[in-house]
């Protein structure tokens, strides 16, 4: 796979791992390194199955971003090799280290997305594709394991939910486009005939809540929850008894992360409502 900066040099992990943990350690600063030679190194390695690695290129990422250690077209360069190289690496497999890379791009997009919300760097345009690959991505993504035994966090869902809250807070996303990024992430949660075990339910319901804080999307979303029982029926007929009751139970562990989510917010009493009803039917 062809790097971002296309460098010559290369880093092996462990070598990457100690560079990368000076800089965190401010024993050195990206002007001791080359930085192409290190970003592209850092590409390479994102979805490591060393969790060392791949946590410490990820907090990298956040802290050089965050804290504007990498200029603008860099990071506007690093989206977009992120969205056409990265994302859907390996897409469609399960149980491989393929997610690994998948998923950590997911946050580093949220990173860029929540620095572009900061200091206002990226087109409205930009946002608008990366909104509509992310949720490409959440329909195909088939590997949704939460922490993976010997290799660390995957995380994928949880990982695209906080995607899903930072493109939401984003104002150049259209309100009416609010729903639409739950709606896929909920369905995915809800659909899921593996148990989601690692607190990814707090995680969706936070874009959900980032969404009804701007007063948007009650009405769809309270339809949506309406429907749950229904949809749990339709795919009673189609699952085995085990796969079902993994979504059973991720329906209901989502509904009650929700309505804790709503419980005092008085402009959600009919939600509340909703919950109980979809609850008391499941």
Same mark, same amino acid.
């Given at each position: ?98 997610? #690994?890379?998948?998923?950590? +791009?997911? $946050?580093?997009?949220?990173?860029? %997305?929540? =620095?572009? /919300? &900061?200091?206002? #760097?990226?087109?409205?345009? +930009?946002? $608008?594709?990366?909104?509509?690959? %992310?949720? =490409?991505? /959440? &329909? ?143």
């Amino acid at each position: 796979m062809a790097t971002l900066f296309q460098s010559n040099t290369i880093v092996e992990g462990t070598e990457l791992l100690a560079l990368l943990t000076s800089i965190n350690n401010k024993e050195k600063t990206w002007e001791d390194v080359d930085q192409e030679v290190v970003l592209d190194a850092m590409i390479l390695h994102i979805g490591s199955p060393n969790s060392d690695l791949r946590e410490m290129v990820y907090r990298s990422f956040y802290m050089s971003i965050i804290h504007n250690q990498l200029d603008y077209e860099t990071v506007k360069k690093l989206l977009d090799y992120s969205l056409k190289h990265l994302l859907f690496k390996g897409i469609g497999e399960s149980g491989t280290d393929s997610v #690994f890379t998948r998923a950590f +791009t997911t $946050i580093l997009i949220a990173v860029i %997305i929540h =620095k572009d /919300i &900061e200091v206002n #760097f990226l087109s409205k345009e +930009t946002l $608008i594709e990366v909104k509509n690959e %992310i949720k =490409k991505y /959440i &329909e195909l993504e088939r590997d949704v394991r939460g922490y993976v035994p010997v290799k660390g966090w995957a995380h994928s869902i949880a990982h695209v939910a906080d995607t899903c809250d930072e493109l939401i807070k984003s104002e150049k996303i259209a309100e009416v486009e609010y729903f639409s990024i739950v709606e896929v992430l909920l369905k995915k949660y809800c659909t899921t005939p593996n148990g989601f075990l690692h607190g990814e339910d707090e995680r969706v319901v936070t874009a959900v809540l980032a969404m009804l804080k701007k007063e948007v999307g009650l009405e769809e979303l309270n339809q949506f929850v309406e429907s749950i029982p229904g949809l749990l029926k339709s795919q009673k007929e189609e699952l085995s008894s085990e796969k079902y009751w993994f979504v059973m139970a991720n329906c209901k562990s989502l509904l009650k992360s929700l309505f804790i989510g709503v419980s005092d917010d008085l402009l959600c009493v009919s939600l509340q409502q909703t919950i109980r009803k979809s609850l008391s039917q499941i």
